[in-house]
């Protein structure tokens, strides 16, 4: 055929919409070919997919491949060709000829894994989906999870080899023979000789990194392929995984036992990058068979920092994985449409987080998909409180809304063991006709956007916030520049407490606080407030730090501060691990003074006149934004002019909102916080 000839596409017949039983794709039948450099030629065949086909001996054989795009240039070419031949029976449409532009990472992809002697059966997005055809392209891209786990194996594609500098080579050969030695030393754990095989594989891991195997494993990790967000569904659902870079290859399992390996004996200056990568890779497969479950808001910010052209396919490229890690949400998330906007797409997905229940470890069954919605919208948010999307332009989203295009501010709180009805029978004067039911909530639409009504107390307002730079902390090598940062924080701290009309004692050195469960005074060293403040009193810390091992590793620290007589950076040299801590836990953070003489930690973007509110049925503060008049404390209690009152009924409330939306005070969620001493 011309060369000038463009293939058409025909529409596929039913089944392409996602059919119970089956569903079409078409399938590129790479042409076989004993020249690297010949021309690229194939058949382009529609195919019904069963879709519970057998998995020992399924019905359509076909590979899919893995790969990244790369810029949107197609300077190669791809030939399809009529069949000249048909099998008895076969009712597929004659395939049309004509040429597809390619990319140049595709061409290369194709070139080498094309069989010298026999016709290699593909399925390839670029390809097999008519890109240009929108309802075309929404139905295949909902069937990709089906197209990836019916796959009789995904061929993972890194792009071309370094053939002068051979890091690949050396890379992928170091990769295979440190996994040949962990697989021997796991067959034979209790023999004699265990030990001696355990020695080899350090001395096999340090010398590669040490010599110029470091430099060739950071060139095979900083593969673009690493961090496509696409990847991950498509390495997830298959049943095998083989990774290809030029004509070196490697299985994903073995590719996995030595980057575990590796992962775990750091020997070299890996950049964040690359540990991220490693860890991506050791755990991206198996990851579900331990969490059981996961709910889709950890899933998608698990995977946040994998990258996509399309700010829609931060959503639609991992539905195929939350549909096989939480079942809940299989027919609830299978809808993919590319005529929704971002700004859309993204409400209505937390829309339908909003009014999925899903229970987690507290027993709070609204708190997973409620509450921690909340949390994840204002740590995803970019800084300003509004979301710049789709070419260019700015689009404002409800505060509530997820902006997955941003990123990972700060961790979001763990909700603290309590009993929501005890801490609302403590912290409100609103009266509940059911503690303990579910949280009440409506929606509204609002000013070209959709507001969110909540009930919920006002507790306290911010009087002063102050910032610590982290950057100091994280850097282990000189823990003076930690200690002068630490001084300097706690500096400006005692001045604001003699400013800001800050409750202390008449001495200033005692911080004194009423539990709001309880009622009962508490009171402690200013200092020792705030060194527990800034680890959220340990409620961030992991499992396997050092203060996670023991209750008995923080009274320690406490005790040692006391001796001190507070002198907190004094004592930090001598603790390391609560440096670190403080720098995972304060990272996107800083510390909040308030009316009532709180201290805490909120996000960074927290102001001074901002509330500190608790919504009902949650244990965690929320730091909330008035956007009409300023808020102000008379008597000890914070008064919101315009609020609407829900001291009746939630319903009643909806009722007075309704009236008069104009008129009643709207809020923006800033953050989430914690407040030493509300609970």
């Known amino acids: ?236 659902l298959a049943k095998n995984v083989v990774v290809h870079c030029g004509s070196w290859s490697i299985p994903w399992d073995t590719l996995e036992v030595a980057m575990k390996e590796i992962s775990g004996n750091i020997m070299g200056p890996f950049t964040e990058s690359n540990e991220r990568n490693m860890k991506t890779v050791t755990e991206m497969r198996h990851l579900w068979k331990y969490t059981k479950t996961a709910h ?60 999925l229940r899903q229970s987690n470890p507290w027993k709070t069954r609204d708190f997973g998909s409620r509450f921690r919605l909340l949390q994840i919208a204002s740590s995803f948010r970019q800084h300003g409180l509004a979301s710049k999307l789709e070419n260019g332009e700015r689009h404002d989203m409800a505060s509530w809304v997820v902006d997955w295009t941003g990123t990972l501010r700060f961790e979001p709180f763990e909700p603290p063991r309590l009993a929501t009805s005890s801490v609302w029978l403590g912290a409100s004067h609103v009266d509940h006709d059911k503690p303990g039911m579910p949280v009440r909530l409506s929606t509204r639409p609002l000013g070209g956007t959709i507001s969110l009504l909540l009930a919920g107390v006002v507790v306290d307002l911010v009087t002063a916030v102050v910032p610590l730079d982290v950057e100091p902390l994280l850097d282990t090598g000189n823990i003076y520049r930690a200690k002068q940062e630490i001084n300097n924080f706690l500096c400006e701290f005692a001045r604001l407490v003699q400013s800001a009309n800050f409750k202390s004692r008449e001495d200033g050195n005692w911080y004194e606080h009423d539990d709001v469960q309880t009622r009962v005074r508490h009171q402690s060293h200013l200092v020792a407030a705030i060194a527990a403040s800034l680890v959220a009193d340990w409620n961030h810390t992991p499992a396997n730090s050092y203060f996670g091992q023991a209750f008995q590793f923080r009274d320690d620290f406490k005790e040692q501060l006391k001796k001190s007589e507070y002198h907190l950076p004094e004592i930090l040299h001598k603790w390391p691990a609560y440096v670190e801590l403080v720098a995972l836990t304060m990272r996107g953070r800083s510390l909040v003074m308030t009316a009532s003489g709180y201290i805490g930690i909120a996000g960074d973007d927290t102001a001074v006149g901002d509330l500190i509110c608790l919504l009902e049925g949650s244990t965690i503060p929320f730091i909330f934004r008035s956007q009409g008049k300023a808020a102000e404390t008379i008597n000890g209690i914070v008064e919101v002019p315009n609020a609407v009152k829900c001291a009746t009924s939630f319903t009643d409330a909806l009722l007075e909102f309704d009236r008069d939306p104009a008129a009643c005070a709207t809020f923006q969620v800033v953050s989430d916080a914690y407040i030493h001493g509300l609970f």
Request: charged letters at 25%.
């Open 296 to 355: 889709p808001m950890g899933t998608l910010t698990r995977f946040a920092h994998f990258e996509c052209s399309d700010p829609r396919d931060r959503l639609y490229a991992l539905y195929g994985v939350i549909q096989k890690w939480d079942p809940l949400y299989r027919r609830e998330i299978d809808d993919i449409d590319y005529t929704l906007s971002t700004r859309d797409l993204f409400t209505k997905f937390s829309l339908l987080l909003l009014y």
């Open 1 to 236: 055929p011309s060369q000038s000839r463009r293939y058409q596409y025909l529409p596929l017949r039913s089944g392409s919409g996602g059919a119970e039983d089956a569903f079409n794709i078409r399938l590129l039948h790479l042409l076989p070919s004993a020249d690297d450099q010949s021309p690229l030629r194939c058949h382009l065949i529609e195919t019904s997919i069963p879709v519970n086909q057998d998995t020992d001996s399924p019905s359509v054989l076909y590979h899919a491949l893995s790969y990244t795009w790369g810029d949107p240039i197609f300077p190669a070419t791809l030939e399809v060709v009529v069949r000249s031949e048909s099998r008895e029976g076969d009712q597929t449409l004659p395939d049309q000829a004509g040429v597809i532009n390619i990319t140049e990472n595709l061409q290369s992809a194709l070139q080498n894994l094309r069989k010298p002697d026999v016709t290699l059966v593909l399925w390839v997005d670029a390809v097999c989906i008519n890109q240009v055809d929108v309802a075309e392209r929404n139905s295949q891209v909902t069937n990709m999870p089906k197209i990836y786990s019916q796959a009789s194996s995904v061929i993972v594609w890194l792009g071309r080899d370094s053939e002068i500098s051979g890091h690949d080579a050396r890379a992928i050969t170091f990769l295979r023979d440190l996994a040949t030695l962990i697989t021997d030393l796991e067959h034979t754990p209790n023999s004699s000789d265990s030990w001696r095989k355990r020695l080899d594989i350090n001395r096999v891991v340090t010398g590669f990194l040490k010599d110029s195997g470091l430099k060739s494993l950071q060139w095979f990790l900083d593969r673009p392929w690493f961090c496509r967000r696409w990847i991950i569904q498509e390495v997830v």
